[in-house]
């Protein structure tokens, strides 16, 4: 079992940033990667960034160079930085993490762009 806590959205102005955490605990050695999806009303949930265990990232092509994601082992702790935000980044943001088994997610967290 892995347990996922999201913390640190909430509401920005265009242009603000913020930054998401998610706290894995439990079975934490067995997970391959974590990540972070987004959905918006109306809309599929999609991936937004992933970091492996070894540190590799990926970013989907709409918030690469504005988001970071980064990890801090010692906390098991995952963070997104979310810079230059943007009305359409309004959504709720879910933790995801892999094993090999099956897959976690947090409760979401919800991100709102507006002026």
């Known amino acids: 079992q892995v347990q996922l806590v999201e913390s640190g959205g909430g509401l920005v102005q265009p242009g603000g940033s913020l930054r998401l955490s998610c706290a894995a605990s439990g079975i934490i050695f067995s997970i391959s990667s974590m990540g972070w999806y987004r959905q918006a009303p109306g809309k599929q949930r999609e991936l937004v960034a992933a970091i492996t265990r070894a540190g590799s990232t990926s970013y989907s092509g709409s918030v690469k160079g504005r988001f970071t994601i980064s990890r801090d082992n010692a906390k098991n702790t995952v963070y997104l930085q979310m810079n230059s935000l943007k009305s359409e980044d309004t959504a709720v943001y879910y933790c995801?993490?892999?094993?090999?088994?099956?897959?976690?997610w947090g409760q979401g967290t919800q991100v709102t762009v507006s002026s």
């Open positions: 995801h993490a892999e094993l090999p088994a099956r897959a976690y």
